[in-house]
């Protein structure tokens, strides 16, 4: 399936992008090369590849949770442009 200036067009419009001629022109021949690669891939025999949900051998490392002193709040509180006892002061922004 060959990428056409009139799919674009109508693709940019759905999504309120406005191009210009040279984009449109752009546009088609570099989706055009996408899809020829697609297709280039769904060629390829795959069926005895495991199915990979990361392309490199990959584990999570977890750092072992330690307890220690948190910050105190008067500390916290230094650089705060608002403050009302120990709590930051903002603007309401829900309506009632």
């Not at 060959?2 to 067009?9: E, F, L, P, R």
């Amino acid at each position: 399936m060959a990428i056409t200036k009139d799919t674009v067009k109508y693709v940019a419009n759905l999504a309120r992008i406005g191009l210009d001629d040279k984009e449109l022109g752009d546009f088609t021949k570099q989706l055009d090369r996408i899809l020829e690669y697609v297709h280039k891939i769904k060629k390829l025999d795959v069926s005895k590849l495991e199915p990979t949900s990361h392309v490199l051998e990959m584990k999570n490392v977890y750092r072992e949770d330690r307890v220690k002193d948190s910050l105190p709040a008067s500390e916290a509180m230094k650089n705060a442009p608002a403050k009302e006892g120990n709590l930051f002061k903002v603007k309401k922004i829900i309506g009632v």
